[in-house]
């Protein structure tokens, strides 16, 4: 299992922004998934972005399309989600996730940070 520690999250104000990191534990970082996902109080943990391995390909849900970036530095093992215009309903614990493509393609099976906190006021 990767170590992942995720930072970043706090209280911001509609429309400002936000970048969250994930910083694996792993050396072989470079050889995995990456993925955010987020869950707000009452709902379902729900897919935000993945970038693949090398950055080959990344994915962001339709919610965020033009205001979020996902990135990774894989020489600091670490994966970022640029926020921009945030919004009161994009208030939600933020998670980030690591999947070897080469063993599942089920993020469950992966592993996952402890998420941070990230609050938007209206």
């Known amino acids: 299992q990767v170590q992942l520690v995720e930072s970043g999250g706090g209280l911001v104000q509609a429309g400002d922004s936000l970048r969250l990191s994930c910083t694996a534990s792993?050396?072989?970082?470079?050889?995995?998934?990456m993925g955010w996902f987020r869950q707000a109080p009452g709902k379902e943990r729900d897919l935000v972005g993945v970038?693949?391995?090398?950055?080959?390909?990344?994915y962001l849900t339709d919610s965020v399309k033009g205001r979020f970036t996902i990135s990774r530095d894989n020489a600091k093992n670490t994966v970022y989600l640029q926020m921009n215009s945030l919004k009161p309903e994009d208030t939600a614990v933020y998670y980030c996730a690591a999947r070897n493509p080469r063993i599942t393609a089920n993020w469950q099976n992966g592993s996952w940070g402890q998420g941070t906190q990230v609050t938007v006021s209206s």
């Open positions: 970038i693949s391995w090398y950055s080959v390909m990344t």
């Open positions: 792993d050396p072989t970082f470079s050889n995995y998934d």
